[in-house]
């Protein structure tokens, strides 16, 4: 079983940081991919960043290349988003996806409740 939660979340004044987190209580973490997703108001959800099982490989949107970092930790079941340079268009609610596959489509796998950033100008 997987259950995903997520934490770190708030509020942050454009060109701050936060980092996500994402914990998985089941037992099974480390075969997964793990990708962030977000839904930004009134829009659709999109894809952010994925990292690989191993953590190997990661993948990112090019809106966010070179302000987000992906990671992960096996031994606590946690995958990270570090969020730098945050912008006002970064806001959105913010999930964590758990997957067997490395095609990042927003749908499939299992999904954490969801955390908001909101991002002020």
């Known amino acids: 079983q997987v259950q995903l939660v997520e934490s770190g979340g708030g509020l942050v004044q454009a060109g701050g940081s936060l980092r996500l987190s994402c914990a998985d209580s089941?037992?099974?973490?480390?075969?997964?991919?793990m990708g962030w997703f977000r839904r930004p108001p009134g829009k659709e959800r999109e894809f952010v960043a994925g990292?690989?099982?191993?953590?190997?490989?990661?993948y990112y949107a090019d809106s966010v290349k070179g302000r987000f970092t992906i990671s992960r930790g096996n031994a606590n079941n946690t995958v990270y988003l570090q969020m730098n340079r945050l912008k006002p268009e970064d806001t959105a609610v913010y999930y964590c996806?758990?997957?067997?596959?490395?095609?990042?489509?927003?749908?499939?796998?299992?999904w954490g409740q969801g955390t908001q950033v909101t991002v002020a100008s």
């Open positions: 990292i690989s099982w191993g953590g190997s490989n990661t």
């Open positions: 996806n758990a997957r067997t596959t490395l095609n990042w489509g927003t749908s499939g796998g299992y």
């Open positions: 089941g037992r099974t973490f480390g075969t997964f991919n």
